[in-house]
Nanobody
Framework: QVQLVESGGGLVQAGGSLRLSCAASTDINSISSMGWYRQAPGKQRDLIAI???????NYKDSVKSRFTISRDNAKNTVYLQMTSLKPEDTAVYYC?????????WGKGTLVTVSS
């Protein structure tokens, strides 16, 4: 089983930046892909960024110019660098790991962007 622990959330003013971290309990090279999702109050949980084992990335259109997903294989950690944050980015951010036939979630970290 893969354990994922997110960190780095908090309160930030609009226009500011945060870097979220997701530490995995296993070698992330063995994981097909890892991603970041977010869920705002009253809304569905959306995929916002994903990084595959080969390093390829994909982003939700609304964050593509502002967010960057990356990985540090030596630390078994995936990051989400968020810049130019907007109040509409306020949500609980979840890390996820996808393996063939399996899917694992972290507990989430809250990001609140004030105007």
């Amino acid at each position: 089983q893969v354990q994922l622990v997110e960190s780095g959330g908090g309160l930030v003013q609009a226009g500011g930046s945060l870097r979220l971290s997701c530490a995995a309990s296993t070698d992330i090279n063995s994981i097909s892909s890892m991603g970041w999702y977010r869920q705002a109050p009253g809304k569905q949980r959306d995929l916002i960024a994903i990084i595959a084992s080969d390093g390829s990335t994909n982003y939700k259109d609304s964050v593509k110019s502002r967010f960057t997903i990356s990985r540090d294989n030596a630390k078994n950690t995936v990051y989400l660098q968020m810049t130019s944050l907007k109040p509409e980015d306020t949500a609980v951010y979840y890390c996820a790991a996808h393996l063939i036939g399996q899917f694992f979630w972290g507990k989430g970290t809250l990001v609140t962007v004030s105007s």
